[in-house]
């Protein structure tokens, strides 16, 4: 079957490009390896327009029912490895099939990004851990470090102060970066300790994380704890996308109509060049590029 569109994600920018879709009634189709995304894994929301308070799995919740409302079907746990944009017929395939469309949206977010220092990979989910929200309370009563001074790490750390017995907050260069109302809580925990200037040099242990290595200003030491939460942010999920264009961080370039260089191919979300990663503004941009691929297939048409 060749569908109008295909969306590739269901975070904020694939579901509410889902919403829009169907409210046009195109003929379309959604295919996620989960549904939520990054929200999903959110703690506490408190900048979702209309929402003073929300938790990310609530969030998610309220977004699937908003899909359901509508009818919508979406192929979850399937896993889109390659898409291909040639003479107006969007090709897009997973493991399994291969679909066609007229135009796709990408919005398939951003994964975590590594630290690639000794002992990462070998103590992935042994201790080390890319996910507070998800893994924080396996971490009750314990010594733990949060590497990342952005708003990921301060908000892990909000979170871990409440269950760890003590926070290492560990930030590489001189100053945390994140926003100053999140670094205001921590400063006054008497659980966390905040080192900046400090690099994080390899992560230590025999079965489990034992530790780890760390650079002050040249000066080295080891600091033992039990959990590690490598919390320096993400990068975009873009790979599978072929000939289209992006940018030194690997994000698709898109215009303000979320149009990619290649024709019948839009993009939106933490996927995409547009500054600053929230749900507000992928849901925002996810509904644009369904309004622009609308408008793309009536031009086709015409
Ligand atoms: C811990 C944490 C806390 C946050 N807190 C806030 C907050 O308080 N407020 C705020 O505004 N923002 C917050 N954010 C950021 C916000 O969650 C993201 O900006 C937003 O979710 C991006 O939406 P998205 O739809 O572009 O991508 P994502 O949410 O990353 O969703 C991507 C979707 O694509 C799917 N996908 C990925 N690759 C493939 C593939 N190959 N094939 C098929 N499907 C695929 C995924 O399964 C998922 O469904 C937080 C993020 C994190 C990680």
Known sequence: MMYDLIIIGAGPAGITAAVYAARKKMNFLVIAKDV?????????IENYTGYQFITGPDLTMKFEEHMKKYGINWKENEEVVK?????????????????EAKTAIIASGARWRELGIPGEKEFKNKGLTYCATCDGPLFAGRDVAVIGGGNSGLEATLQ?????????????SPRLTGDRIMQDKIRIAENVTVLENTKVTAVLGEKLVSGIKINTNGKEQTLPLQGVFVEIGLMPISEFAEGID??????IKIN???????PG???????????EKQIIIAAGEGSKATLSAFRYLARQKS
């Open 246 to 251: 992006r940018n030194e961080y690997k994000e």
């Open 265 to 275: 191919i839009f993009a939106a979300g933490d996927v995409t060049d547009v500054p």
């Open 83 to 99: 898409v291909t944009g040639v003479s107006g017929v969007i090709s897009v395939k997973t493991a399994g099939d291969t679909y």
């Open 36 to 44: 939520g995304g990054q929200t999903a894994l959110s703690g506490d």
């Open 160 to 172: 871990l102060m409440k269950i760890a017995k003590s926070v290492r907050l560990i930030e590489a």
């Open 256 to 262: 303000s109509r979320n149009e990619t260089n290649i």
